[in-house]
């Protein structure tokens, strides 16, 4: 016997892939009130015909029989367009080095988010000034010669992979990378162009409280 709520974790699992509080999802289908999703939460009610398809109305790209039944999968077809893969690690780990070796934790759907390849999240204190540990950040992989000076980017090399506001300036006749915390007390790092290995520009973030 187990008391796993499989109804509310297929729903949740919808939820989060939405990005949406509970609230603000019920809404979004069209429910007057959400008493009814707190009720499966609970483990007194299940997944009716008639939310599925509210649900799968509004959001085709899940499957109105897994959403019933848990059989299958979740998404109708592997193809998520339109999503943002979310990589629940930290963005200055060695994880942004091995992206395509990677399985996202969900598909992310942002309205109006400039286009971005992926999202990870921050925890550096040296930038919590502007971007709050814990932060999801949206990236866009890009070159060092695209680079906006004073724009906030994740800067990898073969020493550093960090997450800072950077400016291009010459270093004895070489050109290198002043890579700026937000907050006092925090070194500047110094990058030499040459030695840069990956560049992702900051398009977005987004607070998860």
């Known amino acids: 016997m187990t008391n796993k709520n499989e109804n509310w974790e297929r729903l949740e699992c919808v939820i989060r ?7 603000y999802f019920g809404r979004y289908i069209g429910l007057s009130r959400s008493e009814n999703l707190y009720q ?8 009716s015909q008639n939310l599925a398809r509210r649900i799968t109305g509004k959001f085709p790209e899940i499957s109105l029989a897994w959403l019933l039944t848990g059989e299958g999968e979740m998404m ?4 998520r367009a339109g999503q943002i893969p979310f990589f629940d690690v930290d963005v200055q780990g060695r994880s942004i080095r091995r992206l395509s070796e990677m399985t996202p934790e969900c598909g992310m759907v942002i309205p109006m988010m400039e286009d971005c390849d992926c999202a990870m999240r921050s925890y550096d204190m040296a930038m919590s000034a502007e971007i709050m540990p814990g932060t999801i950040v949206f990236l866009k ?9 004073g724009g906030t980017y994740v800067i990898g090399s073969q020493n550093y992979i960090l997450l800072r506001k950077v400016h291009i300036a010459d270093d004895a006749g070489r050109q290198v990378l002043m890579l700026e915390a937000a907050n006092d007390g925090f070194d500047n790092v110094r ?16 607070r998860i409280c």
Not at 17 to 23: G, K, L, P, R, V
Not at 76 to 79: A, G, I, L
Not at 142 to 149: E, S
């Open 17 to 23: 892939w939405a990005n949406m509080t509970i609230n």
């Open 40 to 47: 499966i939460k609970a483990g007194k009610n299940g997944i």
């Open 76 to 79: 109708v077809s592997d193809v």
């Open 141 to 149: 992989k890009t070159a060092v010669g695209a680079i906006i000076p």
């Open 191 to 206: 990058v030499a162009v040459e030695d840069v290995e990956c560049v992702y520009r900051v398009v977005g973030q987004l």
